[in-house]
């Protein structure tokens, strides 16, 4: 049996969205940008993705940017917004527990003179409201904190630290890359949001930026003018369209999706709880998402023996997973035992997991850890 459990690094493209999707390449496939039946076809397709994207999150049709994905909105949102309204610098707060897309980022604006603050988050996986209050200087313009961290699935107190960014006229951009999908949303509760389809079952290589009307950005790249200016680049109608449908598709049957997937993580749980010197990382996780440690087993050794057996689990963000072996930067800054940082794996459900899998994925668990910390 193959069992994916890796949904937070990527998804399965629902079979209807590839279906309707094949249509982009075959029938609609005119440049969204010509000035003819085949374009105008594309644009009408595309806007109509637009809007639909627009009403899940609750915004305005015109707040929605079309990119490549979760680390290019990021950048724009960021550095668009530094660039429009800031070149000379200032302060910026985020977290400590970021995805690298932010991280790397705001270390770059660091050598090119801004001042930046990473907040510490609790041993549970989360910022403060408090801390990020303290936080706040003068010359703080922009703040950038996760919606729901990529490792833990620790989701943090967006809501309150809104409240706070918008009493002191801070600007508040949040990556809810493993938000979207999830946890209803309305994104109008930060000022920018940055989305990839391919963690909500669309393809890989879409995805989008939510920027508040009130808010200005400019380009960080240039080119064609598309998206009003912002990004250019030949648009992506298939993956505007997929993304639409797929988000549309979770809407439909998210009440039924939850509840199976919560479910089958409380399995899960109980299961650890069977397993002798365990550490369940974070609190107020998303439903999704498990990160655990086991004593005396390395995360890699079990997340591969578990691959043997056909079960795919990872053990940090695939987006590092590249750089070889890596501690946890997330469960470092959480302050955990060392073994707690070693011997972590993540375990990322789907709307498509199924009971078998669930069953056989526990019993294998169980064994493995037992076997793996007998040969230790």
Not at 94 to 114: C, D, F, N, S, W
Not at 307 to 331: E, F, K, P, Q, Y
Not at 336 to 341: K, V
Request: charged share 25%; with cysteine.
């Amino acid at each position: 049996m193959r069992v994916y459990l890796d949904h937070a690094a990527t998804t399965r493209v629902f079979d209807e969205v590839a279906q309707e999707t094949v249509k982009f390449f075959t029938q609609f496939y005119g440049n969204s940008s010509s000035l003819h039946s085949h374009g105008y076809e594309a644009k009408r397709l595309y806007e109509e993705a637009r809007s639909k994207i627009a009403k899940h999150l609750n915004v305005e049709t015109e707040e929605i940017y079309f990119t490549s994905g979760g680390t290019e909105s990021d950048n724009i949102a960021i550095r668009g917004f530094l660039k429009a309204n800031h070149p000379e610098g200032g302060h910026i707060i985020t977290t400590q527990i970021e995805h690298p897309a932010v991280l790397e980022l705001t270390r770059q604006l660091e050598k090119e003179g801004y001042s930046v603050t990473y907040l510490e988050p609790t041993t549970g996986g989360y910022v403060t409201p408090e801390d990020f209050r303290k936080a706040i200087r003068r010359d703080t313009v922009l703040a950038s904190i996760m919606w729901v961290n990529n490792e833990t699935g620790v989701i943090q107190p967006i809501e309150e630290i809104s409240r706070i960014a918008r009493e002191h006229g801070i600007v508040l951009h949040s990556d809810a890359v493993q938000a979207i999908g999830k946890i209803k949303i309305d994104a109008r509760l930060v000022d920018m949001l940055s989305a990839s389809g391919h963690k909500f079952y669309a393809p890989k290589g879409c995805g989008f930026l939510y920027v508040s009307k009130r808010v200005k950005v400019e380009p960080i790249m240039y080119g064609g003018g598309h998206e009003r200016g912002l990004r250019s680049g030949t648009e992506n109608v298939p993956g505007a369209c997929a993304m639409a449908l797929a988000l549309e598709i979770i809407e439909k049957n998210y009440e039924v999706w939850s509840e199976k997937v919560k479910r089958f993580k409380e399995k899960i749980l109980r299961a650890i709880e069977d397993i002798p010197d365990h550490h369940v990382n974070g609190s107020n996780t998303i439903f999704s998402h498990i990160s655990v440690s086991f004593k005396n087993v390395l995360g890699e050794t079990l997340a591969t023996a578990l691959d043997m057996n056909g079960i795919s689990v990872s053990t940090a963000s695939a987006c590092s997973s590249h750089h070889g072996t890596r501690r946890s930067h997330v469960l470092e800054a959480m302050q955990l035992e060392d073994w707690m940082i070693d011997g972590a794996i993540r375990i990322s459900l789907g709307y498509d997991n199924s009971e078998d899998e669930i069953e056989y994925f526990v019993n294998v668990l169980s064994r493995e850890v037992n076997r793996l910390r007998r040969m230790s």
